[in-house]
């Protein structure tokens, strides 16, 4: 895409990943993009770059709009390699002797990625670079999401420059949220449930440092995605609130099957849920992708696993679920497992075992059926599915 | 000594090594550490840490 001015003297010039459908390992359907934005003023700034088989996008973007070797200074938010990994064809392009401007957790990073002796300066919390009418400052966010993180924020024009916080990975000619309407939240939430969920304390505590410093937002600019220029407060809103993890009043039931049997008791357990005015979620793990089963997870107030017991353990792909789901750390969550088994039966008390070490509260021992249902084990079902509804909507 | 992990990033700060990049002697107790040490990796404050099992 060609290079879009976004304000007096801003320019977003980064690019559109249109094919990229597995973003170390989150499914990213409707691809991505990696943006990055050029502030002109007496001095001139770039803010991130792209991944690096984008380079030469990037650098023709920013032909288009000046000579990059005018750039005084490279502005590092981040350094995971979505947005460092053209540094180096960057840096060749404006000038290796330019400071690059980054965290200190972002210094020690960058150093671990390139051997490149370039002329690092590492901002204190709150630094700030002066452009001529405009002034960057330097907003460390340590593990939002990564120890190098922060924002910068341009202070006349109250844009701030969010790393990956608030991004989405959605790929369109879209430059802004309302050019795309609610159908951006999906994707917003979908990026917080596998990127930033498991840091939600500290997202609350930032949104307060945030209000405490009185700043104020004209613009919000990820480094993925559209940019929230219609009441960006909206997003900061939603981040709250997901943060928060309240729980809406819904149970999610994830589960896999062999035999169609732990099936059946999952569509008996949430057909019961919904019956009692729940929304009831059943997800076959097969046939859905973790980072979508999380999203689901995010904003339900229960979590219900089902596992077949395999070898005298858990099914894999259930496995992978629960490693996947504990990483992201979910809060305030009712939990309870079930499965059919035939002789042995471990599956259920592992996926209780994975629930404890989350700190989730387990509603029930958990239900195990031999080898197939029957109406008594169906009745068992609908038994469970209502407590797990009572439990939701107390 | 107890060791303590950052429940944000899960650095584990080990009494007997300190933390001599900001300025801990090895040998400090984790109680020892001043109120405003913060977890050398992520920032977390010293009540985001745990004793290690
Ligand atoms: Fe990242
Ligand atoms: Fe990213
Ligand atoms: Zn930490």
Not at chain 1, 96 to 120: A, D, T
Not at chain 1, 331 to 349: L, M, P, R
Request: one cysteine or more; hydrophobic letters at 40%.
């Amino acid at each position: 895409m060609r290079p879009t001015k976004i304000a007096e003297g801003i320019y977003s010039v980064g690019v559109i990943d249109w094919n990229i459908r597995d973003f170390h390992g989150y499914s990213t359907d409707r691809g991505s993009s990696y943006n990055a934005f050029l502030i002109i003023d007496e001095k001139i700034a770039l803010i991130d770059t792209v991944k690096k088989e984008f380079a030469d996008q990037l650098i023709k973007n920013i032909c288009d709009i000046i000579d990059p070797k005018k750039i005084d200074y490279l502005i590092s938010n981040h350094t995971e390699m979505d947005h460092s990994g053209s540094l180096p064809p960057v840096m060749r392009a404006i000038g290796e002797n330019k400071p690059l401007y980054c965290s200190k957790m972002g210094l020690k990073n960058i150093q671990r990625h390139f051997p490149q002796k370039w002329n690092f300066h590492a901002v204190e919390n709150g630094e700030e670079l002066c452009l001529g009418n405009k002034t960057l400052q330097f907003i460390e966010t340590k593990m939002l999401h990564w120890p190098d993180s922060m924002f910068s924020y341009l202070k006349e024009d109250k844009i701030l420059f969010s790393s990956d916080a608030f991004g989405q990975h959605y790929a369109g000619y879209e430059i802004f949220n309302d050019q795309v309407g609610e159908a951006i939240m999906p994707h917003a939430k979908k990026y917080f449930a596998n990127i930033l969920l498991l840091y939600a304390p500290r997202i609350l505590k930032l949104v307060d440092q945030i209000a405490e410093l009185g700043l104020k937002f004209e613009m919000i600019c990820p480094d993925h995605g559209v940019l929230w220029r219609n009441n960006p407060s909206e997003i900061i809103d939603a981040y709250v609130k997901w943060s928060r993890q309240e729980g809406e009043k819904k149970a999610v039931v994830v589960y896999d099957t062999m035999w169609h049997s732990t099936e059946t008791m999952a569509e008996a357990i949430s057909s019961s849920i919904a019956e009692e005015g729940v929304a009831a979620c059943p997800i076959n793990i097969r046939n859905s992708h973790r980072s979508d089963i999380v999203t689901a997870v995010l904003d339900a107030k229960a979590v219900i696993v089902g596992s077949p017991t395999l070898n005298n353990g858990l099914f894999p792909t259930v496995s992978d679920f629960l490693t996947y789901m504990k990483g992201l750390k979910p809060q305030n969550k009712i939990a309870a497992a079930f499965g059919s088994y035939g002789w042995s039966g471990e599956a259920v008390d592992l996926i209780n075992k994975e629930f404890e070490s989350m700190k989730l509260e387990i509603l029930d021992p958990g239900l195990k059926i031999q080898y197939v249902p029957d109406n008594e084990a169906m009745d068992a079902c609908f038994q469970f599915g209502k407590k797990i509804a009572k439990a939701v909507s107390r | 000594m107890d060791k303590y992990v950052c429940t944000l990033c899960g650095y584990v700060y080990d009494p007997a090594k300190g933390d001599p990049d900001n300025g801990i002697d090895p040998g400090t107790k984790f109680k020892d550490l001043p109120d405003d040490w913060q977890c050398p990796i992520c920032g977390a404050s010293k009540d985001d840490f745990e004793k290690q099992a």
